[in-house]
C-alpha cells in the first residue's frame, strides 16, 4: 500500500527543502521530506555541524548545527511529515501526479520539489586496504562529535578547508594530531593556512606533505596507519585511534540522473520558475543549475520559496503566486495573538 498522498514531496532535508517546508505550510500545502540520511540538514549537519556560518542574512554569525536546528523548528512547523535513511530511487508518473519510490516505501505526491544537493552523499573513500573494514571503526569522513578525539592520537587526511578546520578545530584536545596531504599546496583559507603554521610551530601539529595513506591497521578497530611519501616512496606506520579522511565527495546525481530530467553535467536545469522539464517537478539548491548560479544557502532560500510558491499555484491556478508578507499573514497573526495572550 502506498503512503498517504501529499500535495509536495521534497526530497532533500538540507537548506532549501527545510525552508521549502515551511512555505508549504505557510501556503496550506500538505508536505513531505525524505532524506537518505538520519537527520536533517543536509551539508550543514553532515558535514560542517561546529563550523560558523556567517554569510546567512540576519545571522552575524551561527554555528552551522543551530542554523539546522533553526531551519528545522521553521521548516516543520506546519506539521510536514519527514522520512529519514530513506532513498529516493524513482520519480514515477502516476497519471498527472507522480509517485516517489525509495528503498523503503512508496508516496505518491501532486509534485515533487528535488533539492538534492550534490545527491546521496558519497565521500571519497580512501583506496587502500583495511578501509571496508575500519570505517566506522576509527575510520570516519567527517567529525559528529569533537570530543570523541579528546585525548585520542588522530590522523587527518586532506588538504582543503574541511581538513584543515578539523585539524585546527581538534587542536590541543588530542594526544597526537598529525596532518598528511598528498601535496604542499593547501585548497584552506589564507587565515587557516596562518593558524595551520602557527600549530606546527608551537608543536601541536604535526604537518607531512607529500604523503598518502597506503595502509590501515587493526581488527576490530583501527590501530595504525601506514603513509608513504609520493616523492620518495619511503614508509612509515603510525599509531593512531582515528583518521578522519576529509578528502572531499564525489559529486554523484545517483538515481536522479536517470528519472528523464535535463541535467547540465552534475545538476538539474530549471527555468525561471524553477520548473526542471517533468511537469510539477521543480528543483532547488545546490543540484540546479541556471546562468549565474551561485551554490549559498542564501540563494538556496531564495529559490525554494520561488519553487514551492510557482508549485501552489501551479497546483491550484486560482492561488495567487505571491504569498504576501509573513508580517501581515492572518496564519501568524492568529498565533503571534495567542503567544501574547499566553504570556
Ligand atoms: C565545508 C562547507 C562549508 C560551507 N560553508 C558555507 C557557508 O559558509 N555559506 C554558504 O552559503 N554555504 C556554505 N556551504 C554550502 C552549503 O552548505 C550548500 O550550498 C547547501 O547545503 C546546499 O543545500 P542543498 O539542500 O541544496 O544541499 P545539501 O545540503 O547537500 O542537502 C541535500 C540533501 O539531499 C539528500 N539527498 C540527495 N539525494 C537524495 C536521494 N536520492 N534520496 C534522499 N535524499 C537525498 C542528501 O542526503 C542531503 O541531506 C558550505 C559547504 C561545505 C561543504
Redesign the pocket.
Known amino acids: 500500500m502506498p503512503a498517504e498522498p501529499r500535495d509536495l514531496t521534497i ?7 527545510l525552508f521549502g517546508a515551511f512555505y508549504a505550510g505557510l501556503r496550506g500545502v500538505s508536505c513531505r521530506i ?4 538520519p537527520e ?5 549537519t ?3 555541524p561546529e ?6 542574512g540576519g545571522f552575524p554569525r551561527i554555528l ?1 548545527r543551530d542554523l539546522a536546528r533553526n531551519l528545522v523548528e521553521q521548516g516543520l512547523q506546519f506539521g510536514a511529515d519527514v522520512r529519514l535513511e ?4 524513482e520519480l514515477q508518473p502516476d497519471g498527472e501526479d507522480w509517485l516517489v519510490v ?1 528503498n523503503r516505501d512508496r508516496y505518491p505526491t501532486r509534485a515533487v520539489l528535488i ?7 558519497t565521500p571519497r573513500p580512501l583506496e587502500c586496504p583495511g578501509y571496508q573494514a575500519l570505517l566506522g571503526r576509527g575510520v570516519a569522513h567527517h567529525v559528529q562529535d569533537p570530543a570523541a578525539y579528546q585525548d585520542r592520537r588522530v590522523l587527518v587526511v586532506g588538504g582543503g ?2 581538513a584543515v ?1 578539523w585539524v585546527l578545530n581538534l587542536r590541543g584536545r588530542t594526544r597526537r594530531l598529525v596532518l598528511i596531504h598528498r601535496r604542499d599546496a593547501f585548497r584552506a583559507l589564507t587565515h587557516s593556512m596562518k593558524l595551520l603554521r602557527e600549530g606546527v610551530e608551537s608543536g601541536e601539529i604535526e604537518l607531512l606533505t607529500h604523503r598518502e595513506v597506503k595502509a590501515l591497521h587493526g581488527e576490530d578497530r583501527l590501530t595504525g596507519v601506514t603513509i608513504f611519501d609520493n616523492r620518495s616512496g619511503q614508509e612509515e606506520t603510525i599509531e593512531v585511534d582515528a583518521v578522519l579522511a576529509l578528502i572531499g ?1 564525489k559529486p554523484d ?4 540522473a536517470r528519472w528523464g530530467i535535463h541535467l547540465e553535467k552534475h545538476n538539474i536545469r530549471v527555468n525561471a520558475r524553477l520548473e526542471t522539464n517533468l511537469p510539477r517537478v521543480y528543483a ?4 540546479i543549475a541556471y546562468e549565474g548560479k551561485l ?6 532560500f531564495s529559490e525554494a520559496a520561488m519553487a514551492v510558491n510557482h508549485a501552489v499555484h501551479e497546483l491550484n491556478p486560482k492561488a495567487r503566486y505571491s504569498p504576501g508578507h509573513s508580517t501581515t499573514l492572518k496564519l501568524f497573526k492568529d498565533r503571534d495573538e495567542a503567544a501574547a495572550t499566553a504570556q
Request: hydrophobic share 45%; aromatic share 8%; charged share 20%.
Open positions: 526530497i532533500g532535508g538540507g537548506p532549501p527543502g525524505i532524506d537518505s540520511l536533517l540538514g543536509g551539508q550543514l553532515a558535514l560542517y563550523k560558523y556560518v556567517h554569510d546567512v552551522a530513506e532513498e529516493v530511487l525509495t533539492a538534492a544537493g550534490k545527491g546521496a552523499f578547508d574541511s578546520d565527495f546525481l545517483g538515481p536522479i532547488a539548491g545546490d543540484v551554490e549559498l544557502i542564501a540563494t538556496a
